[in-house]
């Protein structure tokens, strides 16, 4: 196992591994969790820090019967929309463009259901990192993987953590995608959760997340009530306000009787290009920029009538003419 695949979800430093788990020179320590697996799993979750949908996540899934729970969703979810579930998986991820060799991150991954879908997508040469804030959960994903790849290499390239989604222990731009489906709506720190999974991805690659929500078009409709009375979570809105500034080639879609949001986009090197300088034609004049940072307390209804007229007559905008106006006055 590398050293510097992990990094403390804190501090971002890098750590140090030990037969009793990773640490930091600034005295973090995460030790291994008890599970067979090739590639050890650290447990990066402090449970002081968690609160709110992150705790009851945590303890809803830490139970006995969690797994058996969880299990028993999925199932009823897919009958219910007679959806093959493999098939499902496959096409979400194809959102993400992977190719032989990619680095994939995978959050909040349950029992490990999308890691068997990612792996010939990616191939041998790729990697799968994914996390849970379950440590039950992944222990499982550990013994279901265990029991389920047969090739050894697929095995050595998986790699699981116990951490908290909206602290990631990773470095800025470590994987060439990131995925999530199923959960993020429960997150205590929703907005830190996306924006966590588009600082870990490279530029130019892609992240696709998704969640219970039914199409807007529906709610109102029988079929949405009914949904909505079965979980109420159908009811939440897509978080499309909460993705990163940096987002770009934003797609939003449902899927699974329009009972779901998906939302996948591109991460880019910075915000959109603006030119805030062009000015603009016609009688209020002016540029984006002058019109932002410019503007000016108000004045008296007449007089802004006048200074339009006086603007006209000169045949120049309202905001050439202010301009000049206001240079005169302060040069005399």
Known sequence: MSIGQYCCPLSKEKL???????????????????????NKIPVFIDENLLSGGDKISQVMYSRDHSEQAYDNFLSWLFETFNVDESIFRSALLDKLNLKKGDRVLITGCGLGNDILSV?????????????????????????????TVSDEFDLKNIYLSVSNASMLPFEDDYFDAAYHFGGINLFS????????????????????????????????????KMAICNNKLWALEPPLALLPETASDVHLSWVLGNC????????????????????????????????????????????????????????????AWLEKAIENSLSE
């Open 119 to 147: 792996l010939p997508k990616v191939g041998e040469k790729g990697e799968v990192y994914a996390q849970d804030i379950s440590d039950l959960m992944v222990a499982a994903t550990a013994r279901i993987l265990k029991n």
């Open 260 to 319: 779901f949001y998906i939302i996948d986009f591109a991460v880019a090197p910075s915000m959109p290009y603006m030119n805030i300088d062009v000015p603009h034609q016609g009688v209020r004049g002016g540029s984006i920029r002058k019109r932002y940072y410019g503007q000016l307390e108000g004045v008296d209804p007449v007089l802004k009538q006048q200074i339009a007229e006086a603007a006209a007559a000169a045949g120049i905008s309202t905001s």
């Open 189 to 224: 720190d929703m907005k830190a959760a996306i924006s966590e999974m588009s600082r870990v991805v490279k530029v130019g690659g892609r992240v696709v997340l998704g969640d219970e929500g039914i199409a807007p078009w529906l709610k109102e409709h029988e079929y949405g």
């Open 16 to 38: 140090f591994i030990s037969d009793a788990g990773l640490s930091s020179l600034q005295g973090g320590c995460y030790p291994f969790l008890n599970a067979d697996m090739i």
